[in-house]
């Protein structure tokens, strides 16, 4: 099966500053690569996701790059703000099956 | 795109009840829907994969005599927890693959057994 490991745990950052979620995955099936957004009691939300055959993907603060030969993909997201506190979870897809990876818990302090 | 309705939101009960969780797809026909549970301040874990017309799969270490799985219609799978225990008490949250599009989740069910 999948092993998806994903870095740092919990990430805290000033308000302003940008943050990097790194996710790293074994299944060279993987072939979409998603990013959700997880507030306390909510179910995950989308907010970002690339397939294999691109590099990078952008929308507003946020971002996504993909290196599918070292197979991992990281999230980027630029002048955080305190609403973007959440956990955020990577979750590689192969086939139809997502694997989450553990959680990133973002802080961002005003 | 596919809407998914999942019941109830929250239960409590006492130890020993038997729960039915139910996942609904609005606009889309769902062979496939997967089950989750997600324990506090952890991540979300594949349970079983709910088959329509078939039996579900189920992950390594879930037992298929506790969370029972019925896909009877291509609209609705339920997740039983039976004879629940405060070990079982979590978030369960179903979703519903599309195709090549990305999957859609219900809003997730928290049990918490007294």
């Known amino acids: 099966g999948e092993n998806v490991e994903q870095h740092p745990s919990t990430l805290s950052v000033q308000e302003g500053d940008s943050a990097v979620i790194k996710c790293t995955y074994s299944?060279?099936?993987?072939?979409?690569f998603p990013w959700y957004k997880q507030e306390l009691g909510k179910r995950p939300q989308l907010i970002i996701d690339i397939r294999s055959n691109v590099g990078e993907k952008k929308d507003q603060r946020i971002a996504v790059t993909l290196n599918k030969t070292a197979k991992h993909f990281s999230l980027h997201i630029t002048e955080t703000q305190p609403e973007d506190s959440a956990v955020y979870f990577c979750a590689p897809q192969a086939g139809n099956m997502l694997t989450f990876g553990g959680g990133t818990r973002l802080m961002v302090k005003p | 795109g596919a809407v998914v309705s999942q019941h109830p939101s929250w239960v409590i009960c006492k130890s020993g009840t038997s729960v039915k969780i139910e996942c609904r797809s609005l606009d889309f026909q769902a062979t496939t829907m997967f089950w989750y549970r997600q324990f506090p301040k952890q991540s979300l874990m594949l349970m079983a994969t709910?088959?329509?017309?078939?039996?579900?799969?189920?992950e390594q270490g879930v037992e298929k005599d506790k969370f029972l799985i019925n896909h009877a219609s291509l609209t609705l799978s339920t997740l039983t927890v039976t004879s629940a225990h405060p070990e079982d008490s979590s978030f369960y949250i179903c979703?519903?693959?599309?195709?090549?599009?990305?999957?859609?989740f219900g809003d997730g069910t928290r049990l918490s057994i007294l």
């Open positions: 299944d060279s099936a993987s072939n979409y």
């Open positions: 979703s519903v693959p599309q195709g090549n599009q990305p999957q859609h």
């Open positions: 709910s088959n329509e017309g078939s039996k579900a799969t189920y």
